[in-house]
């Protein structure tokens, strides 16, 4: 489902499962994880991750197919998504996004774990959950929150509408954009040869802290921990959550009728 290339100190990581809009199944992730591996095992200086594109989409985001229906946390720590999230942001190498066509939902995630995006100007980007009733991770929102700020953050996961590439620009979500035609060009002189001129080393620390600096600058007690938790189980074992993933596959609007006083009865509000 994947081509790997190295090129000159650069592995070029390019999803080619067009057909499926690429969407990050368990097998499409655990063939980029292997990937991200081989490129740090031949001391690449970089990685670049691509897409094959079909009807304009880069990646649709998580295979909707494969989400549970038993009650099982969607986004849970060791599911196949979650681990290329994480592997993306723990390689002590700099991966940079090169997104031509539509973003959305985990693949939207995914682009912001990597550590730089370059865009074409027909990029954009959108995080779903809200349209399918998935209640997203803490870490996620995280990811949402430090690179946009929590209002635009907040826009992006209330409305689930899409960023243009220039508005993603704007905002700092994405480094450069350029038409398609020049991107690679762009890619290779902003970014790739001045990476290869550089000190991987030096990089590869840089890059942890910017990972523990973000991953620690917000603690929360174990208790909200626990709350937190809470509210989220509540909604992917609830009505909405199955009914979005019905109304998906049987390309229908969906009739989500639960209410936040289900989440949030009044005794519980303060």
Not at 194 to 213: C, E, G, M, T, Y
Request: negative net charge; aromatic residues 8%; proline residues 6%.
């Amino acid at each position: 489902m994947v081509n790997i290339n190295i090129v000159d100190r650069v592995c070029f990581i390019e999803m080619q499962n067009a057909k499926k809009l690429n969407c990050l199944s368990d097998e499409l992730c655990s063939e980029i994880r292997a990937g991200l591996r081989k490129a740090f095992d031949e001391e690449c200086c970089a990685v670049v991750l691509k897409a094959q594109t079909r009807n304009g989409v880069w990646s649709a985001g998580h295979d909707i197919h494969e989400l549970p229906l038993d009650g099982q946390d969607p986004l849970a720590f060791n599911v196949p998504m979650e681990k290329l999230i994480h592997d993306v942001q723990d390689i002590p190498i700099p991966v940079i996004a090169y997104v031509e066509g539509t973003v959305w939902g985990g693949a939207c995630d995914l682009c912001l774990s990597c550590d730089m995006i370059v865009a074409s100007t027909n990029a954009t980007f959108a995080i779903t959950p809200a349209k399918i009733g998935i209640p997203y991770n803490a870490s996620g929102i995280m990811h949402f929150m430090c690179q946009l700020g929590p209002n635009k953050a907040r826009e992006m996961f209330f409305t689930a509408q899409p960023l243009t590439a220039l508005e993603a620009l704007n905002v700092g979500m994405v480094n450069h954009v350029a038409e398609i035609d020049a991107l690679p060009a762009l890619l290779e002189e902003k970014m790739l040869n001045p990476l290869r001129r550089n000190s991987i080393i030096a990089i590869s620390a840089i890059k942890s802290q910017f990972r523990l600096l973000t991953k620690y600058s917000v603690s929360l007690p174990p208790e909200e921990l626990e709350r937190l938790h809470g509210w989220r189980s509540k909604v992917y074992s609830g009505r909405d959550y199955k009914e979005g993933i019905s109304s998906f596959l049987e390309k229908r609007s969906p009739n989500f009728i639960s209410k936040s006083k289900d989440l949030f009865p009044p005794e519980e509000q303060h």
